[in-house]
């Protein structure tokens, strides 16, 4: 995956742009990218100097389990 500035700035921006399609359908395009982004956080946290974002990818899924890919 390949994103521009850091992994937390990713995961913030698609947690609050999750949250604004809450209870909606979203193209699953942007429903695959929220996924991909949480993989590629979890996976970053595990590296030895990898941001500590388990928090944002937890409230991402958490955001993404609300919304409908449609």
């Known amino acids: 995956m390949r994103i521009e500035g850091s992994v937390r700035a990713n ?3 698609a947690v609050a742009s999750a949250r604004r399609w809450r ?3 979203v193209h699953k ?3 695959d990218h929220w996924r991909r ?6 996976l970053v946290e595990r590296q030895p100097c990898g941001e500590a974002v388990s928090d ?3 409230e991402l899924e958490t955001e993404i389990g609300h919304v409908k890919v449609g």
Do not use: H, K, N, S
């Open 11 to 13: 995961l913030i921006a």
């Open 23 to 25: 209870g909606r359908p």
């Open 29 to 31: 395009d942007t429903f």
């Open 37 to 42: 982004l949480a993989d590629y956080g979890r």
């Open 56 to 58: 944002l990818v937890a």
